[in-house]
Structure formats: structure tokens, C-alpha cells
């Protein structure tokens, strides 16, 4: 599967979503979903943060990707942008309720647990290259690692 997943970026604040239902319900995470037919990384992440937060992004810049293993096998392929150009009011969805938050404040605890892992490289203006190890139910974080490049 192949999805998208975007860092939204307003002076030292980030914007997240509280996931209220679906894969990752009742955990904070960016906005980002799977890519749909003939979309490129870049208008999966600006029509996901569209739908899941009314923001409307200009641009996307691409900053890698995670590859996420469950059980020996590759599951899913993610790609990480980041928007820093973009207009509009956050509202609450039927699948998410959007949130700025202090980049020093991240709920990590409350998040996937790889996340604590990348983000932070990412926020640093680097870009990776992750792979991450869960059981086949995601409920069991195996570790991992992430390359960086400037």
C-alpha cells in the first residue's frame, strides 16, 4: 500500500490530527492517507490535508519515506512531505479533529510509536530513509532505523 503523510509547519507549531475513526483511531498523527489512482505523492498530501483538516496547501515538498514491515513483509510504503506554503481555517472532520501544537509539546506518548523515531529528523530539515518492524496487528512497535540526508 501506498500512502502519504504530511508535516504542516506555522512558525514553531505543527498541525496534527486526533484520529476519530479508522486505522490509528484515538491517536495524534499528521495528516495523510492513501495515495488514490494516477496521484502522485505531492496531490496525495495536499488532497489529504484538504479532507482531513479544510487546509489548503500550495505546496508539498517531498522529504523521503518509511517503509513499514509487519511480519517479514512489506506493508506499506509512506511518503513524508512538508508544508510550509498554505491558506485556510483548520476545522474538524467526521475523521479527525485538527490541532496545532508546539513542536517542544509533540504527544509522542500518544502517537505511533515509530514517530518519536523521524519526526524530529524531519523538523531538523533533514531527509529520510526509515524502515520500521511491527507485529501483523501494528500493535507491537519492533524498532527500526532511518538514514538522513541534508
Do not use: H
Amino acid at each position: 500500500m501506498l500512502t502519504c503523510i504530511s508535516i504542516v509547519q506555522k512558525g514553531n507549531q505543527v498541525l496534527l490530527i486526533y484520529k476519530k475513526r479508522g486505522f490509528g483511531k484515538g491517536l495524534y498523527n499528521f495528516p495523510g492517507g492513501k495515495f488514490e489512482a494516477n496521484e502522485n505523492g505531492e496531490e496525495c498530501a495536499i488532497r489529504e490535508l484538504r479532507e482531513e483538516t479544510g487546509i489548503v496547501a500550495k505546496k508539498a515538498v517531498y522529504k523521503g519515506r518509511i517503509t513499514f514491515v509487519l511480519d517479514s513483509e512489506i506493508a506499506q510504503l509512506m511518503e513524508v512531505y512538508v508544508i510550509n506554503d498554505f491558506e485556510g481555517q483548520i476545522r474538524e472532520t467526521d475523521e479527525a479533529v485538527p490541532l496545532w501544537i508546539d513542536v517542544n509539546r509533540i504527544p509522542y506518548d500518544k502517537m505511533w510509536e515509530d514517530d518519536k523515531e523521524w519526526v524530529r529528523l524531519v523538523l531538523d530539515g533533514y531527509s529520510i530513509d526509515c524502515k520500521f518492524y511491527f507485529s501483523d496487528n501494528w500493535k507491537i512497535y519492533n524498532g527500526g532505523s532511518c538514514k538522513t540526508f541534508k
